[in-house]
């Protein structure tokens, strides 16, 4: 059974830094891509960054290009999420999603998900 586990949320100031982590199980990050998404109530779920080892690609949205760095640690089968430069605009529930896919950031090609967890950025 495949399963995402995130964590490494909380609050922090803008300007600041955190780092999220999506410990899987039930594959090998050797074969499934690992995707980061974002959703604040209200709003559509957005994608912001995918590892592909498989691929050995990366890909970030535009909107947090050179501020947030994706990379993974095979293996632990763990990938993280290095966010720095943090903005109030990047407070929301971020998620890591995985399949068998093309490393892209739409969320309707991704069938497994985390539970979510919090980022709250302080002006």
């Known amino acids: 059974e495949v399963q995402l586990v995130e964590s490494g949320g909380g609050l922090v100031q803008a300007g600041g830094s955190l780092r999220l982590s999506c410990a899987a199980s039930?594959?090998?990050?050797?074969?499934?891509?690992i995707g980061w998404f974002r959703q604040v109530p209200g709003k559509e779920r957005e994608g912001i960054s995918c590892?592909?080892?498989?691929?050995?690609?990366?890909y970030y949205a535009d909107s947090v290009k050179g501020r947030f760095t994706i990379s993974s640690d095979n293996a632990k089968n763990t990938v993280y999420l290095q966010m720095n430069s943090l903005k109030p605009e990047d407070t929301a529930v971020y998620y890591c999603?995985?399949?068998?896919?093309?490393?892209?950031?739409?969320?309707?090609?991704?069938?497994?998900w985390g539970q979510g967890t919090q980022v709250t950025v302080s002006s």
């Open positions: 999603a995985t399949d068998l896919i093309l490393c892209g950031l739409d969320p309707y090609d991704y069938d497994y």
């Open positions: 039930g594959l090998t990050l050797d074969d499934y891509v």
């Open positions: 590892i592909s080892s498989s691929e050995n690609s990366t």
